[in-house]
């Protein structure tokens, strides 16, 4: 199984700051990376496909970048909507895993 | 509008068996491949398996393939998680995902709300 890592674990951050997630995989993943975001009532939307395709109605303060084994998920201009969790996916081979999460907190 | 409504959870005893299920609606469901993922109390997300949209083909994790079986009736536009023997470690939120195929690979591109299931004596 390909593993997920996924940093940091939490993240305290302000309104209008600059944020990066970082996902690395435990090999080669050929950018088959999503990412998801879950709020605090559970609910679960999916973000970015192929490390940098923005789902739609995705705001664009959200991008993705990255390849071989190392991604990144940023947030341009945090907005209290986006005091989250996130989570990394890989679609590159069975079975798809997830990165640990990571909790983003008003600091 | 796309829905998925899980059901099902609850309290059960190790060993014993459970079946949730999943209705959708807001899409033609037999169009698309389906999918259940879990969340553990520690908020780690584990994918369990996926299912073709006629349903001739299902795919699972490996520590789960023994224990786990999906299934679908298109016709009832619902999914299916059958579990067996389940254990303490089974305790999580399952949710129900849409598989969305794109040019570029695959997308859980619709979850559910999620449902429970605790494992105790």
């Known amino acids: 199984d390909i593993q997920m890592t996924q940093t940091p674990s939490s993240m305290p951050a302000s309104l209008g700051e600059r944020v990066t997630i970082s996902c690395r995989a435990s090999q080669g993943i050929s950018n088959y990376l999503n990412w998801y975001q879950q709020k605090p009532d559970g609910t679960i939307k999916p973000l970015i496909y192929y490390t940098s395709n923005l789902q739609s109605g995705v705001p664009s303060r959200f991008s993705g970048s990255g390849s071989g084994t190392d991604y990144s998920l940023t947030i341009s201009s945090l907005e209290p909507e986006d005091f989250a969790m996130y989570y990394c996916q890989q679609y590159d081979s069975s079975p798809w895993t997830f990165g640990g999460g990571t909790k983003l907190e008003l600091k | 509008e796309v829905q998925l409504v899980e059901s099902g959870g609850g309290l059960v005893q190790p060993g014993a068996s459970l079946k949730l299920s999943c209705v959708a609606s807001g899409f033609t469901f037999s169009d698309y491949w389906m999918s259940w993922v879990r969340q553990t109390p520690g908020k780690t997300m584990e994918w369990i398996g996926d299912i073709k949209y006629d349903g001739s083909y299902t795919n699972y994790a490996p520590s789960l393939k023994n224990r786990f079986t999906i299934s679908r009736d298109n016709a009832k536009s619902t999914l299916y998680l059958q579990m067996s023997n389940v254990r303490s470690e089974d305790t999580a939120t399952y949710y129900c995902?849409?598989?969305?195929?794109?040019?570029?690979?695959?997308?859980?591109?619709?979850w559910g709300q999620g449902v429970m299931v605790t494992v105790s004596s």
């Open positions: 995902t849409r598989a969305g195929i794109h040019t570029m690979g695959i997308t859980f591109d619709y």
